[in-house]
């Protein structure tokens, strides 16, 4: 168990670019969510998966976000046309199944996205 | 509306000094409550945790936080403060019942501890 890995670590674009961020969750955990961080803020909810089904998106993912979970293994969260409001810290994370299990998430260490 | 209020954004304290961090909650219902730390540069990693049972929870790295129905709160405390606490210390709530999958965070309180 190596924990939720996410690439890359930081990520800098220029305003209009794509990107394109991967997680790598926890091998036995079916659940998979992307958080997104501002500065002075905590992470807000964006999208949540389990195995490949997509169950839940926040208003807070435009049209421009797209989120993927092939196979039910990794996920990639990318990002069309960035913002400049797009700069954040994109946060990974993964769950067991079940009732009490489900509510306990492990973190990854983060995508930091600066947009220019 | 649900919600999470952190009401303190930047404490400091000295080292070896005790530390309350507070946490107040509005939910129809009681929820899971959670504490987790961020170090800079890094994930959040979980302290501890509150699902039912004993309203005293212990967690890690010394930690430990009390539930208070009558005051929806989940206050974090650690009697001796150490440099390497030094973080910022996100609460966060996950609603009881239905797919309880969605974890809402506060917006987080910054620790600065001083020599």
């Known amino acids: 168990d190596t924990g939720v890995s996410q690439d890359p670590r930081h990520k800098i674009t220029k305003r209009g670019q794509n990107v394109t961020f991967r997680c790598d969750p926890i091998?036995?955990?079916?659940?998979l969510y992307w958080y997104r961080q501002t500065l002075g803020q905590g992470p807000e909810f964006l999208t949540y998966f389990q195995n490949e089904a997509q169950l839940e998106k926040s208003r807070l993912l435009s049209d421009r976000f797209s989120a993927e979970r092939p196979k039910g293994s990794f996920s990639t969260l990318e990002i069309q046309r960035t913002e400049q409001g797009d700069s954040a810290m994109y946060l990974c994370?993964?769950?067991?199944?079940?009732?009490?299990?489900?509510?306990?998430?492990?973190f990854g260490a983060g995508s930091r996205l600066t947009v220019l | 509306a649900q919600s999470v209020t952190q009401p303190d954004i930047h404490i400091t304290v000295s080292e070896g000094a005790s530390l309350e961090l507070r946490c107040n909650y509005s939910y129809g219902a009681t929820p899971y409550l959670f504490w987790y730390v961020q170090s800079p540069g890094q994930g959040l990693q979980l302290l501890l945790k509150?699902?039912?049972?004993?309203?005293l929870v212990q967690g890690i790295k010394g930690f430990e936080a009390e539930f208070k129905r009558s005051q929806s709160s989940f206050n974090l405390r650690k009697p001796s403060v150490h440099w390497s606490d030094a973080a910022e210390y996100f609460c966060a709530v996950v609603s009881r019942g239905g797919s309880n999958y969605k974890l809402t965070f506060g917006k987080g309180t910054l620790l600065t501890v001083n020599p």
């Open positions: 994370a993964s769950s067991f199944p079940g009732v009490s299990g489900a509510n306990v998430l492990t």
């Open positions: 509150y699902f039912s049972g004993d309203t």
């Open positions: 091998s036995e955990h079916n659940r």
